[in-house]
Protein backbone atom coordinates (compact mmCIF):
# COMPACT_ATOMS: atom_id res chain seq x y z
CA UNK A 1 0.00 0.00 0.00
CA UNK A 2 2.76 2.71 0.40
CA UNK A 3 4.54 2.20 -2.67
CA UNK A 4 1.64 1.93 -4.51
CA UNK A 5 0.64 5.30 -6.57
CA UNK A 6 -2.94 3.59 -7.49
CA UNK A 7 -5.90 1.51 -6.19
CA UNK A 8 -4.85 -1.06 -8.92
CA UNK A 9 -1.22 -1.30 -8.18
CA UNK A 10 -2.12 -2.98 -4.46
CA UNK A 11 -4.21 -5.87 -6.47
CA UNK A 12 -2.22 -6.47 -9.53
CA UNK A 13 0.47 -8.01 -7.50
CA UNK A 14 -2.01 -10.28 -6.23
CA UNK A 15 -1.17 -14.08 -7.07
CA UNK A 16 -5.22 -13.63 -8.07
CA UNK A 17 -4.10 -11.68 -11.15
CA UNK A 18 -2.08 -14.56 -12.59
CA UNK A 19 -4.33 -17.21 -11.50
CA UNK A 20 -7.87 -16.00 -12.29
CA UNK A 21 -7.72 -12.52 -13.49
CA UNK A 22 -5.39 -13.18 -16.85
CA UNK A 23 -7.87 -15.86 -17.71
CA UNK A 24 -11.10 -14.56 -17.58
CA UNK A 25 -9.53 -11.06 -19.27
CA UNK A 26 -8.77 -12.95 -22.09
CA UNK A 27 -12.68 -14.45 -22.29
CA UNK A 28 -14.60 -11.82 -20.62
CA UNK A 29 -12.81 -8.53 -20.87
CA UNK A 30 -10.75 -6.69 -18.28
CA UNK A 31 -13.76 -4.96 -16.45
CA UNK A 32 -16.08 -8.26 -16.17
CA UNK A 33 -12.36 -10.11 -15.24
CA UNK A 34 -11.65 -7.48 -12.58
CA UNK A 35 -15.15 -7.83 -10.90
CA UNK A 36 -15.32 -11.76 -10.87
CA UNK A 37 -11.90 -11.83 -9.12
CA UNK A 38 -12.84 -9.50 -7.11
CA UNK A 39 -15.78 -11.53 -6.41
CA UNK A 40 -13.85 -14.34 -6.05
CA UNK A 41 -11.24 -13.05 -3.21
CA UNK A 42 -14.03 -11.97 -1.40
CA UNK A 43 -15.70 -15.60 -1.38
CA UNK A 44 -12.50 -16.62 -0.10
CA UNK A 45 -11.75 -13.89 2.53
CA UNK A 46 -15.74 -14.72 3.87
CA UNK A 47 -14.63 -19.11 3.60
CA UNK A 48 -11.58 -17.92 5.83
CA UNK A 49 -12.94 -15.50 8.14
CA UNK A 50 -16.16 -17.48 8.74
CA UNK A 51 -14.40 -20.48 9.75
CA UNK A 52 -11.78 -18.67 11.36
CA UNK A 53 -14.22 -16.60 13.85
CA UNK A 54 -16.48 -19.40 14.14
CA UNK A 55 -18.66 -18.69 16.98
CA UNK A 56 -17.47 -15.26 17.28
CA UNK A 57 -20.14 -13.45 16.17
CA UNK A 58 -18.73 -12.74 12.42
CA UNK A 59 -20.85 -11.73 10.04
CA UNK A 60 -21.17 -12.98 6.23
CA UNK A 61 -20.66 -9.92 4.01
CA UNK A 62 -18.67 -7.56 5.96
CA UNK A 63 -15.64 -8.62 4.11
CA UNK A 64 -17.26 -8.60 1.06
CA UNK A 65 -18.45 -5.18 1.26
CA UNK A 66 -14.74 -4.13 1.44
CA UNK A 67 -13.79 -6.10 -1.30
CA UNK A 68 -16.60 -4.50 -3.37
CA UNK A 69 -15.54 -1.20 -2.51
CA UNK A 70 -11.66 -1.89 -3.63
CA UNK A 71 -13.50 -3.06 -7.15
CA UNK A 72 -15.32 0.45 -7.09
CA UNK A 73 -12.57 2.08 -6.59
CA UNK A 74 -10.21 0.26 -9.44
CA UNK A 75 -12.87 0.87 -12.02
CA UNK A 76 -13.26 4.31 -11.40
CA UNK A 77 -9.68 4.27 -11.54
CA UNK A 78 -9.59 2.53 -15.07
CA UNK A 79 -12.33 4.64 -16.77
CA UNK A 80 -10.49 8.17 -15.29
CA UNK A 81 -7.15 6.89 -16.76
CA UNK A 82 -9.19 6.62 -19.75
CA UNK A 83 -9.28 10.40 -19.98
CA UNK A 84 -6.11 11.95 -21.42
CA UNK A 85 -6.33 15.06 -19.48
CA UNK A 86 -6.39 13.21 -16.22
CA UNK A 87 -4.26 10.62 -17.33
CA UNK A 88 -1.40 13.32 -17.73
CA UNK A 89 -2.19 15.05 -14.47
CA UNK A 90 -1.79 12.15 -12.46
CA UNK A 91 1.49 11.22 -14.27
CA UNK A 92 2.81 15.19 -13.72
CA UNK A 93 2.52 14.62 -10.46
CA UNK A 94 5.35 13.85 -8.17
CA UNK A 95 5.70 10.34 -7.02
CA UNK A 96 5.31 10.81 -3.23
CA UNK A 97 2.20 12.75 -4.12
CA UNK A 98 0.60 9.84 -6.06
CA UNK A 99 1.03 7.27 -3.07
CA UNK A 100 -0.15 9.91 -0.58
CA UNK A 101 -3.31 10.58 -2.73
CA UNK A 102 -3.76 6.85 -2.99
CA UNK A 103 -3.45 6.27 0.71
CA UNK A 104 -5.70 8.88 1.50
CA UNK A 105 -8.58 7.10 -1.40
CA UNK A 106 -8.05 3.67 0.35
CA UNK A 107 -7.54 4.75 3.89
CA UNK A 108 -11.47 5.36 4.22
CA UNK A 109 -12.88 1.53 3.31
CA UNK A 110 -9.41 -0.16 5.46
CA UNK A 111 -11.46 0.24 8.84
CA UNK A 112 -14.45 -2.22 7.07
CA UNK A 113 -11.03 -5.31 6.88
CA UNK A 114 -9.04 -4.84 9.59
CA UNK A 115 -11.78 -4.18 12.22
CA UNK A 116 -12.67 -7.89 11.70
CA UNK A 117 -9.27 -8.90 12.67
CA UNK A 118 -9.39 -6.75 15.96
CA UNK A 119 -12.85 -7.35 17.00
CA UNK A 120 -12.14 -10.81 17.24
CA UNK A 121 -8.84 -10.81 19.29
CA UNK A 122 -6.55 -11.74 16.49
CA UNK A 123 -4.56 -8.50 17.12
CA UNK A 124 -4.10 -9.04 20.89
CA UNK A 125 -3.52 -12.81 20.00
CA UNK A 126 -0.57 -12.06 17.92
CA UNK A 127 0.75 -9.23 20.38
CA UNK A 128 0.74 -11.82 23.00
CA UNK A 129 2.85 -13.87 20.57
CA UNK A 130 5.05 -11.65 19.93
CA UNK A 131 8.23 -11.51 22.48
CA UNK A 132 8.23 -7.89 24.31
CA UNK A 133 11.29 -6.48 27.16
CA UNK A 134 10.09 -4.51 29.89
CA UNK A 135 12.34 -2.58 31.93
CA UNK A 136 11.04 -2.08 35.01
Known sequence: LSSSSAASDVYKRQLLRRAC???????AGPAAAALLTFGV???????????TFQGGGYR????????????????????????PALRALAR???EPVQIG???????????????????????DTIARMVPTLSCA
Open 21 to 27: FKPLASV
Open 41 to 51: SALFHEYQFAL
Open 60 to 83: LGRVSAFFGAMASLCLAQTACERV
Open 92 to 94: ALP
Open 101 to 123: LNICTLAPFGHWFVLIWVEHGFM
